[in-house]
């Protein structure tokens, strides 16, 4: 079956936890167990009718406080589709979690209020998925109950976001549908309320939209994340090179460049997990490849189609979003991630900051605190092999760590 | 299916074995928590899987209440040994001869809780740096915000609220002495995929998982087996019926439901079927709201 990741990103008032509880209760994914745990809580709490945001909001400090504090991950499946959707809080203070939920997304739902219209909410949250490469928007304006399911409303917020939309890049399509979450119009079931919308629900699009993966299968990139060596009598001289291919198609006899040596081969065999051989291996399959010659090769190094070579430099430009409490010291040192490989890093210059209420770049900003998003030059200790992050999300991607915590400060894209 | 796609199997079996080889690669010295329960079945079946030819470059961990079905430990000795996998167990009635916990007392006594220090306790004898679990993100809905790569303290303790974020395949193991982990690469299956994919990969399981006939009796809702570890209440009756389990974990607190799923393909059919979820067989959950996530916090799998 096909698997689609989705985030959502909204606020508790715009009533993301009820759109999500709702997709589950329709499509029959919560269990009797999980909605009467609902109800009960629901009772004991006071509230007028059964809250589904309970069933999304699942740590104590939420349930205390009433609110989403970090990503969580939700399941469900229909005939159609199985789903995997990010559940992101929408408060400005937790862009990071969003940054985090987009990452593994193919599709963001973008949750409009219909009483409130296109606001700078609506912005970061597309602003966000975009910078994040999710080509594909859809617009769930809720709370159509409340302004009488009137079509004008409705078209003329997703005028104002069309408008809006113009200025984000590469957007594959965008699909507005107005919605009640809370009493389920065109959430599972088209509603006989808004005659005049002639659009799929939110679910049947959800289950039929082809978004293609966000996969390259163009250039070719497997960075080497373990070697295998059995030493028994039976693999002797077997040598393999585990991992998961970042990128491209790769088939045994291709040639292929070993970097950073730079040395040439030839790739003998590929073999899926336990052992079948296959003819071709492909984004994102974890395979093992065999080489015809025996070359000095460790984690961390990655094999590319000849022909085709990556991105090569120990100067990069990115757009990052600063995750930790510490803001990013100028001229900082970090440990940056970047596909199965470790080196140092140190900040060069932060060119600009953008301001994710309007968009707008600040340039001569000191240092970005969490939160931020902004853009910076970094200079790597050892070569990075990398695309774009538009071109290649694994390949195009890396994570700053402070050395000293060990924490994850930081997210990056190469530009 | 278009070409170079891959079905939603094969994506959860690439992405967990990504995690299995990534947990090799950055850390010293990890161990597979291996308890008999079907998702440790999986995550052991994976592990062979994703370091062939070689052998799992770890071991596998068991922490034994000693309140166990036979069949459990009779399978997991077989397993471990078709793997060719090294088996290190930690026994809670070492933990508890030791002074180091309290055996609950009462009828609803259990050792479920006590596996924490246990675990613990093991970690740091054999100086584990990663343990492997079979958790899953849809089990409960603490487990929903927890990481791949999930970071615990010098106590062993999980900060929810102080999680390292994770994007994209980039997982930061990075870790100061004392410091562990709990890696789940099983994350982003459900419990359907887990039997579609046991189901796929032809995986032998313990007969405990199939229809068959037992001594249970009811408990809060639960069906409970009737064994010497369980002490009944008077207004409790041992009846004989045909049951299976959904999970399997310490006897004390794995009820088991009525069934007649003898195969996989009834099991499967049953799931989709079930308007239970199979944690609401576990009593360990039913203690409170948050217990899943309390019982996290001090160091539970």
Known sequence: ?415 | MPHYQLDHLDQLEAEAIFVLRETAAQFQNPALLFSGGKDSIVMAHLAAKAFWPAKIPFPLLHIDTGHNFAETIAYRDSFTEELGARLVVGHVQDSIDKGRVKEEKGPYASRNALQSVTLLDTIEEHKFTACLGGGRRDEEKARAKERFFSHRDDFGQWDPKNQRPELWNLFNGRHHPGEHFRIFPLSNFTEMDIWMYLRREAVALPPLYFAHQREVFARHGSLLAVTEHITLLETEKPERKTVRFRTIGDVTCTGAVESNAATLDDVIAEVAAARQTERGTRADDKRSETAMEDRKKEGYF
């Open chain 1, 1 to 415: 079956m096909d698997l689609l990741r989705f985030a959502t990103a909204g606020s508790v008032d715009d009533g993301k936890s009820t759109l999500i509880g709702r997709l589950l209760y329709d499509s029959k994914s919560i269990f009797e167990d999980q909605l009467s745990a609902v109800e009960e809580s629901s009772r004991r709490r006071g509230d007028a009718v059964v809250n589904l945001a309970l069933l999304t909001d699942g740590l104590r400090a939420e349930r205390e406080q009433g609110i989403t504090i970090d990503v969580a991950y939700r399941y469900f499946a229909t005939p159609r589709r199985k789903f995997i959707i990010a559940d992101t809080p929408g408060h400005i203070q937790y862009t990071r979690n969003m940054v985090t939920g987009a990452s593994t997304a193919d599709l963001a739902i973008i949750l409009i209020d219909a009483r409130k219209g296109v606001i700078e909410q609506t912005k970061r949250h597309s602003f966000v998925a975009n910078l994040l490469k999710i080509r594909h928007l859809t617009v769930a304006v809720n709370k159509m109950d409340l302004v009488d399911y009137d079509e004008g409303v409705f078209h003329r917020i997703v005028q104002d976001f069309h408008a809006f939309a113009s200025r984000l890049d590469d957007i594959a399509e965008i699909t507005a549908i107005p919605v009640s979450a809370l009493n389920g119009d065109n959430v599972v079931d088209k509603s006989d309320k808004m005659p005049w919308f002639k659009g799929p629900s939110l679910l049947y699009h959800l289950e039929t939209v082809y978004t293609g993966g966000t996969e390259n299968h163009v250039d070719a990139r497997f960075p080497v994340q373990w070697i295998i060596r059995p030493q028994s009598h039976e693999h002797h001289d077997f040598r393999g090179y585990a991992g998961r291919v970042a990128g491209g198609v790769f088939k045994p006899g291709d040639t292929v460049s070993v970097l950073p040596s730079g040395f040439s081969t030839t790739v003998e065999k590929i073999y899926l997990p336990g052992g079948r051989e296959i003819a071709e291996a492909f984004a994102p399959q974890s395979v093992v490849m065999t080489l015809k010659d025996e070359i000095d090769i460790s984690r961390g190094d990655m094999l590319v189609k000849t022909n085709n070579p990556p991105n090569k430099g120990q100067d990069v430009e990115a757009m990052v979003c600063w995750f930790s409490q510490k803001p990013m010291e100028a001229r900082g040192k970090y440990l940056l991630r970047h596909t199965t490989k470790e080196t140092k890093a140190i900040v060069q210059e932060l060119r600009y900051q953008v301001d994710i209420e309007t968009l707008h770049k600040k340039e001569g900003v000191p240092t970005l605190a969490m939160n931020d998003i902004g853009r910076v030059s970094l200079r790597t200790a050892t070569p990075l092999f990398y695309d774009s992050y538009r071109r290649n999300r694994l390949t195009g991607s890396f994570i700053l760590v402070d050395p000293g915590t060990h924490e994850t400060v930081a997210a990056g894209m190469i530009v």
